[in-house]
């Protein structure tokens, strides 16, 4: 019967996996478990395979003083593997120590101090066939999952296809992955879709954690990895590593931005993410159930790229604050809640993108501050710190036109009227109702440091499914 269990465990080895030593020492242990509740039998002994195949019972024999010191070596062990347990589950383990249950260290004991009887049971033979299929499938089971959970615990961050099982409990959804059902948390889900049963889904593993049922994989549709993945899967310039995502910014299930750049000479990142046609990232949103996706070009330039980054507005002027990693984007009136987006979306999944902190204000009200600022409405003196004309134009910029000594407008008559009605503190400087005045002399005026375009130029490009606004 022992030959028996011997083949079994070699044939177990070939076809699971598992070592044959590991299951040979699971079933030493199990049949020592076994003889020590046998009437008789001795305080310490050991289960060895020997050389015909079969399981012998050797009684162990100690002086005292040796005995003594292996036992309590073995206790300090077992106290500190309990005082480990306690800190890792932060609560108090009451489990008491017996010394027939410790498990003393034979390998530092020399041979002539040990004395070894035969005292295998005529039955054993019986007991070890019985204990060693309980054994075998135990081990079979715990080795199974320890390897399932050693595969999914190195591919945490990578994205899976699953067939949802059970999408009827709102607040979790079971995805079976083929050799392990994994679990997609209300938290992970994102807000408006619906998992039906038996439909294919692509999910980010998040997180693996170990149950007494096997290896518990936690899946979110969430995570920004998944637009990552599912560029790389359909834009073969990404996967070859001529494009590459150098930041995402996502709201799940309304909008994302994804910054590329390009490694090769020649090749467009935003025009190989989008595809003949828009077909690329088309798939992309079909993937994401509609989720709108702008595609920006990644550029060095904190201005440019922040400018980019607020796709689909236009934007006028960028001033940075390189301290405060603060930018000031001035864009057209008609294109402030553009910029801003639904509920401020635009430029937060801007800030995210960038690492700026990002203060969108329109032209009136940006020549409206500069007027303020330029005229000591930020200081407790007065004066003309800029040397410009006060009046304001009707397209909402500032005169360019040099003050006159001793006034705060130019020489042009329709502004120097103005100052025969000067505004009330703290109300707005007066609007010229004139589109342009012809400059009479331009003072040398020191801007903030800022990257500041023509409007065409700084136009955001914005890609996103074909036929969205």
Known sequence: MSQEIVDAVREIEREKGIEADTLVAALEDA????????????????????????????????????????????????LDELERIEEESGEKNHTLLADDDLDLDWSQVPDEQISREDVTPDNFGRIAAQTAKQVILQRIREAEREMMYDEYIDRVSEVVTGIVQ???????????LGKVEALLP???????????????????????????????????????????????????????????????????????????????????????CVG??????RMVVSELRGEKIDIIPWNPEPARFVAKALSPAR??????????????????????????????????????????????????EFAQQEANAAFGGDSDEEGD?????AAI????????????????????????????HEPADGEANMVVAESEPELEAIADVTAPEAVTEDAAAFEAETVEEPGND
């Open 166 to 176: 059970q999408a009827g409990d709102r607040n979790n959804v079971l995805v079976d």
């Open 393 to 420: 134009l009707t397209n909402g910029k500032r005169c360019p036109n040099a003050a006159l000594p001793g006034s705060k407008y130019c020489g042009v008559p329709a502004h120097q009227e103005l100052a025969l």
């Open 276 to 281: 003949p046609r828009g077909s690329r990232v």
């Open 31 to 78: 049949l020592l478990a076994a003889y020590k509740k046998t009437p008789g039998a001795a305080r310490h002994a050991n289960v060895v395979l020997d050389e015909a195949g079969d399981f012998r019972v050797f009684a162990i024999e100690l002086p005292a003083n040796l005995e003594a010191r292996l036992l309590d070596e073995a206790r300090e062990r077992a």
């Open 385 to 389: 710190f800029s040397g410009r004309c």
């Open 315 to 364: 934007v006028r002027e960028v001033y940075l604050d390189d301290d405060g990693r603060e930018a000031t984007v001035v864009v057209p009136d008609d294109q402030l809640a553009l910029a801003i987006g639904k509920e401020g979306m635009n430029a937060r999944l801007a800030h995210r993108l960038t690492g700026w902190k990002i203060d969108i204000v329109s032209d009136s």
């Open 186 to 272: 209300r938290s992970e889900q994102v807000d408006g879709e619906r998992y039906e049963q038996g439909s294919r889904i692509k999910a980010v593993i998040t997180e693996v954690r170990t149950g007494t049922k096997g290896p518990q994989v936690i899946l979110s549709r969430r995570d920004p990895e998944l637009i990552k993945t599912l560029f790389e899967l359909e834009v073969p310039e990404i996967a070859d590593g001529l494009v590459e995502i150098r930041g995402v910014a996502r709201e799940p299930g309304y909008r994302s931005k994804i910054a590329v750049e390009s490694h090769a000479q020649g090749v467009d990142p935003v025009g190989a």
